[in-house]
């Protein structure tokens, strides 16, 4: 089922309106990470995530807000679920906390192991605009709820 599909029959289901704000993504932008954090997701493990706040400026997307919707891709484009955001912030990357860290439901779920897979993650997006990784840039952190599977 596509994302678009499922969002559809989400909508149907619970007497949502079809064109509220929803976003449809996948994980890391693909990849086999992809789907390890949406089988994460499924098993109700990770219940946050986090980008930087350069990259919504970046695609010239708003940031996410309590309420929004996402479907949430494989990497095959099959959709996983789809989430309500409950707790949206934006903290600096050297401030996000160890409770959001194992909340993100990866690898070891210590802050220590957040920090350093989300250094690498997040480094794309300051090279894009020709700078370095800013341990004090602004992270976009996200709190989800799985409203459909």
Known sequence: MTGEMMWEAYCRTTNTNCN????????CGGGAAADELANLVLAGIKTATASTKLAYELDGENLPEVGTYSVILFDNEEAACIIRDTKVSVVPFNQVSADHAFKEGEDNRSLKKWREVHRRAFTPDYKAVGL??????????????????
């Open 20 to 27: 509220i704000r929803h976003d449809i993504w996948k994980f």
């Open 132 to 149: 370095d990784f800013d341990e004090k840039g602004d992270c976009v952190l996200e709190e989800f709820e799985v409203v459909h599977r």
